[in-house]
């Protein structure tokens, strides 16, 4: 009897950052996910601030999945160059 195997999530679709800097007293976090909309499409949501207060937050578009979670990873990339290390990093299950 054959089974086919199962596919695992290799790309993450919700990742948290912070950037701390305390002689700058710079303590900042970045929160991006892949989420669904109403219409069937994924959508980037951003959110990003200074830690313990409210943030702001940014809804991107895409006609699929595939595309948010390049355009996340991209992101993250960005981030990480400009000092912010990930915290956490999960898939859908």
Known sequence: ????????D?????VQMRRIDLARNMRRFYRMSVQRDL???ASLVREWGRIGFRGQMMVESHPDEGKAITALMKLAAAKKRRGYEA????NKS
């Open 10 to 14: 290799v790309f993450p679709t919700d």
């Open 1 to 8: 009897m054959y089974h086919s195997p199962i596919q695992l």
């Open 87 to 90: 915290l956490h990093s999960s």
């Open 39 to 41: 219409f069937g499409r």
